[in-house]
């Protein structure tokens, strides 16, 4: 597979991320016999997130109908590798939760090195199109604690990562694409 028609989705909160997303697995689903994964990597640890969760997969569903969810938190490249075929596009939302989940582990839980070689590899032998999403954090002031500073530069590290494996990086803010990088598919 073409890294080119991978596509690294990032910005801030709110920015229009996942709307971006959800549009382009809605535009590869408009082709009769194509299927589109959603993997989600959002963990429900209170009732404000249970809650959020709910709504995003209602929404979800009225707006790409077609987009079918795997939950999975941490086992990302395993779960690309299972759901990636040609004529299928997986939407990985999000890259920053999935971090999260390694190095900043709910209670009872030991933090451990996010296997981001894994990942990438994956993503690399990927046999149909990925889109992935990501925040981007690092824009504002240098955060006071070591162990957040820590988890902002693994977080920088990771999209700069992923960034260079896809062929397109589009950066979102106030619902507006801004393309960082636009490789053409290879004949």
């Not at 990636?84 to 989940?101: E, I």
């Amino acid at each position: 597979m073409s890294r080119a028609l991978h596509e690294f989705i990032l910005g801030g909160q709110k920015s229009g991320k996942s709307a971006r997303a959800e549009t382009l697995a809605r535009d590869w689903l408009q082709t009769p016999q194509r299927q589109a994964w959603l993997i989600a990597t959002a963990q429900p640890w209170d009732d404000e997130m249970q809650a959020r969760i709910a709504r995003h997969q209602h929404d979800r569903a009225l707006r790409v109908p077609g987009l079918q969810t795997h939950e999975e938190p941490r086992r990302l490249a395993e779960a690309l590798r299972r759901f990636s075929q040609p004529d299928t596009l997986v939407l990985v939302d999000c890259l920053t939760l999935w971090l999260t989940n390694w190095l900043m582990p709910a209670p009872g839980q030991q933090a451990q090195d996010a296997p981001v070689a894994e990942l990438l590899l994956a993503l690399n032998q990927a046999r149909g199109p990925v889109v992935l999403v990501g925040n981007e954090i690092g824009l504002g002031v240098i955060p006071m604690g070591r162990e957040v500073r820590q988890f902002v530069d693994a977080l920088g590290r990771l999209n700069q990562q992923v960034a260079a494996a896809c062929g397109r990086v589009t950066l979102m803010a106030a619902g507006l694409p801004l393309t960082l990088k636009a490789e053409a598919p290879s004949p």
